[in-house]
């Protein structure tokens, strides 16, 4: 499967973004999906993460309120709706495919990566 994020940018602190990814080649109905993060010198780490259908979602405690996970199924899309962005927000944000229905949190549950979309808080 192929997954293309976008919506990236530089944004202020306090300001919010919405990432997307639009997914193919695969059912993409029939797959959890997550958002995770990387910044400079540090591990990637889970974001967010939805169940197949949409009803079961996952959040790491540093974005939980924040930051909305979502899909539209019928488009083949995953969406990151984030606010209240702070500099330790910044990091390269990728897409991922689960190789199960419910979303989790450990990188080697997702078997199908996305290319990345950069994110910069800052004033």
């Known amino acids: 499967v192929q997954l293309q994020a976008s919506g990236g940018g530089l944004v202020q602190p306090g300001g919010s973004l919405r990432l997307s990814c639009v997914a193919s080649?695969?059912?993409?109905?029939?797959?959890?999906m997550g958002w995770f993060r990387q910044a400079p010198g540090k591990e990637r780490e889970i974001v967010a993460a939805i169940s197949s259908g949409g009803a079961l979602t996952y959040y790491a405690d540093s974005v939980k309120g924040r930051f909305t996970v979502s899909r539209v199924n019928a488009e083949n899309t995953l969406y990151l709706q984030m606010g209240s962005l702070k500099p330790e927000d910044s990091a390269v944000y990728y897409c991922?495919?689960?190789?199960?229905?419910?979303?989790?949190?450990?990188?080697?549950?997702?078997?199908?990566w996305g290319q990345g979309t950069q994110v910069t808080v800052s004033s």
């Open positions: 080649g695969r059912v993409f109905s029939s797959d959890a």
């Open positions: 991922a495919r689960s190789r199960t229905s419910v979303p989790g949190a450990r990188l080697n549950e997702y078997d199908d």
